[in-house]
Nanobody, 126 residues
Framework: QVQLVESGGGLVQAGGSLRLSCAASGRPFSSYAMGWFRQAPGKERDFVSTVSWRYRNTYYADSVKGRFTISGDNTRNTVYLQMSGLKPEDTAVYYC???????????????????WGQGTQVTVSS
């Protein structure tokens, strides 16, 4: 089986920074892309950012563009999310996810992802 494990969440003041990490364990696999989603209480799980490994294309939700940066290492199925200029609206559980099949284009769609982590809480105080 494949497991993804996130870390790096916590409490931070508005305007602060956090760096989230996600690493895979279990059976070896090759991901086509990895990304981050977030879910606030009572809300749907929304796209945050993703990287497709072939050309290292990165994509960001409009709400985080210019503030968050995604990076990683496809050889180890590892991905990071550097978050700066955090806002209270960023408060959510952040989930790491991976796409195993090649050629997926709708990488902002959570239904395209095959593996998920357990989530890490990010809380931004005003």
């Amino acid at each position: 089986q494949v497991q993804l494990v996130e870390s790096g969440g916590g409490l931070v003041q508005a305007g602060g920074s956090l760096r989230l990490s996600c690493a895979a364990s279990g059976r070896p696999f090759s991901s086509y892309a990895m990304g981050w989603f977030r879910q606030a209480p009572g809300k749907e799980r929304d796209f945050v950012s993703t990287v497709s490994w072939r050309y290292r294309n990165t994509y960001y939700a409009d709400s985080v563009k210019g503030r968050f940066t995604i990076s990683g290492d496809n050889t180890r199925n590892t991905v990071y999310l550097q978050m700066s200029g955090l806002k209270p609206e960023d408060t959510a559980v952040y989930y790491c996810a991976a796409v195993s099949r090649p050629g997926v284009t709708q990488l902002d769609n959570k239904d395209e992802y095959d593996y998920w982590g357990q989530g890490t809480q990010v809380t931004v105080s005003s």
